[in-house]
């Protein structure tokens, strides 16, 4: 149906007006909406429709418009949000990032935000931090510094700075913070802190403050120095006076002062050194060693130069000296301060301190070699025993063994000569004769020289009691004396006898029988004032001796309850007496001679680090009747002691080493033993006889000592009498 063509009419009609008065109001905005809208896929038609109502089209239009707009705005806000989240991360860079720490408080000091460079300066993760108390990263002082500038910070909430020193897991980090109170409406306040670093600020502050005072210190002590220079004058003055070393002021190798001491060291009156050249006083054969390095520090080249060197008495005699040459002034002028001390005592005792090193060196080797070579020995001596045992009597093969075991007898001997070098300890007694031992002594002691001796010993001479290698050394000792007096050869006369002492023969040895003996030589003699001093250590007459000697001879002798004496006349020659315990012990000793074997029963553990030591010893302890085992240490044998008692078959006795080399030894072995089996029974077996053990046995809780090399006889007798004891 055909539409009223006036309404039709009116309405084309106004909406003609109306796009005339939007075109009129907004024709560049529609413009900009119409290309928004391409942009967007949206069409816009400009015309209105031709419909019968012009309202609807005008609606629609809008509609259109509208939408246009909000899309507009929408990627206006999406600018807007994207521009803002791209300041909000640059604002979170610059937070987390920044060359500070930055950290939020609460009102009771607790971490509510750090960020990250904070975290890292402290030196835990952010997630961590959040919650915890920051004092947790202070101590004493700086603890209640920090509470107190909390406090203060809230109640005047005004900007505020502090130091501090954070103690961080990697040490020790020192900072400054400032702070700013923020209170928000409805909120509890909020102390924002900025942290800086100053370690390194604080550190060269700190070196400051040290040269500083150091540079005070320096500027004072300077002062003080010349305050004190007039009084260090007159004290220098004094010194020189007072002096017990030598003194010398040297201005252009001449000699400007010399102090009392000097001169008399040399012989002189202290005014006839004045003016001197130095090397003048230096003895000639000296002057090069010592001109170049003297000439450098008198030119001031070097500060200080010591030596030691002979200065040139007045008499012309060479006098051994030790001087420090420093380079100093004399009134403004160049010179040299010399101090010299005459060094002559010091260099005999240096030579007599030498000499006794090299000496107790000796002993040590010498006794190392004896332990070890009677170790072989021992080996030795019990195949030979075993091999005896075991041939059938009348066999040719026991003549041979039998010059064997002599050889090795001999051998053993030796050792005992080695330890004539070795430093004694307590005398390990035995009953033996003399007799033997003056001559193997004295033959040993001259062999090579071109002197002979005579031996003057009856045969009734009694056996003495006593340590066979501390008197074979003293024997040996007074033989090399005599040899030494008698540069141009001779006789020495070795006389022997017994001797009874009683209370009126004014001996300092006890009353009862004793064997005297005596060396003559026919040499020098000793002067009446040597005389007196010839047993004192270290003193000698003899360029290259040690001045021990006779002091050993004359220690060991005492330790065995004898007494030493000498007479002497000059150019006539000199006579030493000795006194040793005799022994009554001899018929005994012969009559047990030819019992190899001292046969017994029980069980005994043998502990040595040698082999065929265990072997041989055990070999011959079964062929006297005993049941055997064995150990190779200290440990291993109270193991086995320990295991025995347990199983009810305990050992009767222990033979023990007392050297293990790297593992316990017998001294202290049996005294474990003891502490847990206070019955325990053990002999204490070496080849080192002077060790004092071995002189003191019962003293270390041993009940009985064997002596290596010991012979079959020997340790079973030894066994047997530990047993019965």
Known sequence: MAGNPKIHADGEEKLMKEKKKAGEAGHAGNTRLRREAEKKDIFIDPIPMK???????????????????????NDQLRRA????????????????????????LDEAGFIEEINLSGSQMLGTDRSFLIGKPFITFLKLPDLNSFTKYLHQSFKTEEKTTIELNLTLRRGILSVQMTSVPVRVEGQKARLRIVISDITVRKKAEDQVEERTSELTNEIEAHRETERKLAEREENFRRIME?????????????????????AEMLGYAPEELLNSAFRDLVYSDEWTKVEERFKSVLEGKETSYSCETRFVSKRGEAVPVKFSFLASSWKGERAGLMVVRDIALDKKLEENRIGLQRLESLGVLAGGIAHDFNNILTGILGSIFL????????????????????????????????????????????????????????????????????????????NVFADKGQINQVIHNIMINAMQAMPEGGVIKVRAENKTIGPDDGFSAQEG?????????????ISEDDLQRIFDPYFTSKPNGSGLGLASAHSIVKRHGGHISVTSKIAIGSTFEIYLPASDEAIALREEEDKELV????????????????ELTGAILRRAGYEVDFAKDGNQAIDLYREADDSGRSFDLVVMDLTIPGGMGGKEAIKK???????VRAIV???????????????????GVVVKPYSSRELTKTVNNALLK
């Not at 077996?685 to 009940?703: H, L, R, T, V």
């Open 51 to 73: 419909t019968p109502s012009g309202e609807l089209h005008r609606l629609i239009y809008e509609l259109q418009v509208h939408q246009i707009e909000l899309e507009v705005q």
């Open 81 to 104: 949000q994207a521009e803002i989240e791209e300041s909000r991360q640059k604002y979170a860079d610059l937070y987390d990032f920044a060359p500070v720490g930055y950290i939020t």
């Open 242 to 262: 007072i002096a017990t070393d030598g003194i010398l002021i040297i201005k252009k190798d001449a000699l400007f002062k010399a102090n009392v001491h000097m």
């Open 387 to 462: 091999a005896d045992y075991d041939l059938p009597h009348g066999s040719k093969g026991k003549g041979w063994l039998a010059k064997a075991k002599n050889g090795v007898l001999r051998a053993k001997e030796l050792t005992q000569q080695l330890l004539t070098f070795s430093k004694g300890g307590a005398p390990v007694k035995e009953v033996f004769s003399i007799r033997e031992l003056l001559r193997e002594s004295a033959s040993f002691a001259l062999s090579g020289s071109n002197i002979k001796c005579e031996y003057l010993i009856p045969d009734d001479l009694l």
């Open 513 to 525: 029988e004793f064997v005297k003996i005596s060396i003559e030589d026919h040499g020098q003699g």
């Open 599 to 614: 046969t017994g029963s029980g069980r005994v553990l043998v502990m040595d680090d040698e082999a065929l030591v265990r």
């Open 673 to 679: 033993l003891r502490a847990l089996y206070p019955d």
């Open 685 to 703: 077996s070496s080849g080192y006889s002077n060790d004092p053990i071995m002189a003191e046995w019962k003293k270390y809780g041993f009940n």
